[in-house]
């Protein structure tokens, strides 16, 4: 199986903190994406990477990747109470077959 | 705003009574994908339409059906639920050879 396995499956720290998920994966990728999922609420893409990057900003977010240890890494900086929500990597194989295969998860809360 | 919905929001049904969910987008997006994710778990892919090209996963229970009569709507029917069904079900919707996927905000399925 393709599925991620995230690691830590769930994560406290306080306000303003950083906050950093990692993400392994099994087989070769086109890329690999992180989304964001509210308690009880659908996914909500946040940033993609390809297999030839090997980081990306965006906003307070950071996505390293690499492909030798098929691994990547998502780092959220000054963390906010409002970050409090679980975070799934999901990676698209390069089979061309357009499917996400996604992690197991890691979830995050934010003391105020 | 181009959104995908789905509807309910949550279902009730009974053991072995036939439950149809639903789900529209306004995105005009060739490429929709039924999820199901079971509590603390990664969303499971069951099936995606590649405009009206069906791709069934090898794993998904043939108690679960999908149909696709347009490009803006699609159906997964669940003949004959179990309690192990019991999930939520997470509709999503992505262009042609993109990658990023839009997600609705779920369906919360019980099974009494």
């Known amino acids: 199986s393709q599925q991620g396995e995230e690691d830590p499956q769930a994560l406290s720290i306080q306000e303003g903190e950083n906050a950093t998920m990692n993400c392994s994966y099994k087989t070769s990728i086109n890329n690999l994406q992180w989304y964001r999922q509210n308690s009880g609420r659908g996914l909500v893409h946040l940033i993609l990477i390809r297999s030839n990057e090997r980081e990306k900003h965006s906003g307070r977010l950071r996505v390293t990747l690499d492909t030798s240890k098929k691994s990547s890494s998502l780092l959220i900086t000054a963390s906010r109470a409002a970050d409090t929500a679980s975070y799934f990597c999901a990676t698209e194989n390069d089979f061309g077959n357009e499917k996400l295969t996604f992690g197991t998860g890691t979830r995050l809360t934010i003391i105020p | 705003d181009a959104m995908v919905i789905q509807n309910p929001r949550y279902q009730v049904t009974q053991f072995g009574k036939p439950v149809t969910l639903s789900c529209s987008q306004t995105l005009n997006h060739n490429v929709m994908y039924w999820y199901q994710q079971k509590s603390s778990q990664a969303p499971k892919l069951l099936f995606h339409?590649?405009?009206?090209?069906?791709?069934n996963e090898a794993d998904t229970p043939d108690n679960f059906q999908s149909r696709r009569p347009n490009t803006s709507f699609c159906f997964l029917d669940i003949r004959s639920p179990g309690l192990g069904d019991a999930a939520m079900y997470l509709c999503a919707t992505s262009t042609l050879g993109g990658e990023k996927l839009f997600f609705g905000s779920g369906t919360q399925l019980s099974v009494l």
């Open positions: 339409y590649y405009d009206k090209d069906f791709n």
